[in-house]
């Protein structure tokens, strides 16, 4: 056998520069965000929680992005489905819950703001704001000031299709072509803004307006782990190499409703959820591992209990935590002229 073709015979994940431990992490990962979402959508339904806006579907393309970027380096600005993307760089499950029942120890926000809304500086996530599509200036500002003071790091923006219509995205994207900035674009194309099918919002593909701003831009298959690794690493190094952004459009198709205020039933079929759950990345990646060796189903069910019992201890703690103060609803609002406050 030539080393061509024993390169060929090697699992994709190593011919990716993956491990086998790396692989199966970030396979759990994906469940761990999927089963935090599903409990939260229980949790609004028995009226435990006020609120709560889905990523179900999304999770491969965030989990697998993730891991392509440098977790204890890198900026990161997620919208506001992006749990399993937050949960994979360091966020913990108690936090996420303790946004979920707006309990004054909320990392994100101290109770203020609703669900989906990340921020931690620890983590260098940066706060999002309920406008979609503010976080893209903001990322291509965290690259302006890692390329002014030569930082081989790169921000990490994301949105949805439907944002990418929006001037924020546009400016963002001019701004970075002409300065060459290390930031990565990346729009899930989950196919819906709240109701809007993308064929009524895009007369074309949104990685090809990258085109027009002077760098790259790439469409991938946002249920393939692996391909999605592949592309976003490939943009961080160009990135840190000083050759500029990246625009990524992974296609995706958002499983649940835009939250759970919305019947997504009244502008879309069943039929049509059911047939793109058959290309939910999740169980894809499960078929990869299992057929690798790397994983079995009895993996699963003991994982699975684990989650079980992580999310349980993360409700419990949220549900006892304190709410904010009433008057902390004008922290951070306006000035305060008392000296020391």
Not at 76 to 103: I, N, Q, W
Not at 222 to 248: F, S
Not at 300 to 319: M, S, T, V, W
């Amino acid at each position: 056998m030539n080393a061509k073709s024993s390169v060929q015979m090697k699992p994709r994940h190593e011919q990716l520069g993956l491990s086998d431990t790396v692989v199966v992490d970030m396979y759990k990962y994906m469940l761990l965000a999927r089963k935090f979402d599903e409990r939260c959508l229980l949790l609004q339904r028995a009226g435990k929680i006020n609120f709560h806006v889905s990523g179900i579907g999304q999770e491969t393309t965030q989990i697998a992005a993730a891991f392509a970027l440098d977790r204890e380096r890198d900026y990161f600005l997620p919208y506001y489905r992006d749990y399993g993307f937050v949960l994979s760089v360091g966020m913990t499950l108690k936090e996420l819950m303790l946004s979920a029942f707006a309990k004054a120890d909320d990392p994100n926000s101290g109770g203020r703001q609703m669900p989906g809304h990340f921020g931690s500086k620890r983590l260098r996530i940066v706060t999002g704001s309920s406008p979609v599509t503010t976080q893209v200036p903001h990322a291509v500002g965290i690259a302006l000031s890692a390329k002014m003071q030569k930082k081989d790091i790169v921000s990490y923006v994301t949105f949805g299709e439907g944002s990418s219509n929006q001037g924020d995205f546009h400016e963002g994207l001019n701004f970075a072509g002409v300065q060459k900035l290390p930031v990565i674009f990346l729009c899930e194309n989950n196919q819906y803004a709240i109701s809007v099918p993308v064929k009524k919002q895009l007369g074309g593909k949104v990685s090809d307006r990258a085109l027009g701003y002077g760098f790259p831009g790439v469409r991938v298959d946002g249920n393939d782990a692996l391909e999605v690794y592949r592309v976003v690493k490939e943009a961080r190094e160009r990135a840190v190499r000083g050759e500029g952004p990246t625009l990524i459009e992974s296609m995706m198709y958002r499983l649940s409703p835009h939250s759970t205020s919305d019947n997504d039933l009244a502008y879309r079929t069943k039929e049509e959820v059911d047939e793109n759950w058959e290309k939910d990345g999740l169980p894809r990646m499960k078929a990869y591992l299992l057929e690798c060796g790397l994983w079995s189903e009895e993996q699963e069910a003991a994982f699975l209990e684990e989650i079980k019992q992580e999310l349980k201890i993360a409700i419990d703690e949220a549900e006892r935590a304190p709410f904010p103060n009433p008057e902390d609803t004008l922290l951070h609002v306006y000035a305060n002229d008392g000296e020391g406050q």
